[in-house]
């Protein structure tokens, strides 16, 4: 076999490897599996779609998964500021597999799922380049967007496609059912997305499938 492909045989093994043990903490949490999932699987469809003009790599796709996966885990201690506990549960995990580069910024994109937008001030984000705080807020913007198209918690949106134009980005989302209040919580939730990247971003309901 090609060694480059042996490469990335090994590394996919070992990244679904991690992705197990990430899920095995957040199960061990007591989180919300189906709307944890989801979010993830939105998140991902999204970082697939703006790939294509935004620097992603291999790696930040892993951090975009684990936040998603990870980020209510914070209700285990309580609803309010739960993503600040979420953050705080991920910094301070000891049994994922994670190096502390990685285990920092999953927990900030755990963290801006919700509420305030990153600040200079803020722990662990203060103390990133701007280069790398441009790259947690895309990706936490995505996920905070992802958990916005699953307000509901019932996994309505079965798919979604990624349209860019300039200075725009589209998102039409396929779902089973009427899902006008997932669409409404995630234009609310755009906020962050739109801040990283400097265009509006739309979101629109396709048929029903």
Not at 4 to 12: A, E, N, P, R
Not at 41 to 59: C, H, I, K, Q
Not at 70 to 83: A, C, F, P, R, S
Request: hydrophobic fraction near 35%; charge should be positive.
């Amino acid at each position: 076999m090609n060694p480059q492909k042996q490469k990335q045989s090994f590394d996919l093994h070992v990244q679904t490897e991690r992705l197990a043990a990430v899920r095995t903490f957040a199960g061990q949490c007591d989180y919300e599996a189906r709307h944890c999932e989801q979010v993830a699987f939105l998140a991902e469809r999204l970082f697939d779609g703006l790939s294509s003009v935004f620097p992603f790599s291999a790696e930040h796709r892993f951090w975009l998964t684990c936040g998603a996966i990870l980020h209510d885990i914070g209700w285990k201690q309580g609803q309010q500021k739960h993503h600040k506990t979420s953050m705080r549960m991920i910094l301070s995990d000891t049994t994922m597999p994670l190096n502390p580069t990685e285990r920092n910024r999953i927990a900030l994109i755990a963290r801006y799922h919700r509420k305030t937008l990153p600040k200079s001030e803020h722990p662990v984000y203060g103390d990133l380049s701007n280069g790398e705080r441009a790259t947690i807020e895309l990706l936490a913007g995505i996920v905070r967007l992802a958990d916005g198209l699953d307000r509901t918690h019932t996994e309505i949106i079965e798919e979604l496609t990624v349209k860019i134009q300039t200075k725009r980005i589209t998102i039409v989302c396929k779902s089973k059912g009427l899902a006008q209040m997932e669409i409404n919580y995630g234009k609310e939730k755009t906020d962050l997305l739109q801040r990283a990247t400097g265009w509006e971003v739309e979101i629109l309901g396709a048929a029903f499938s």
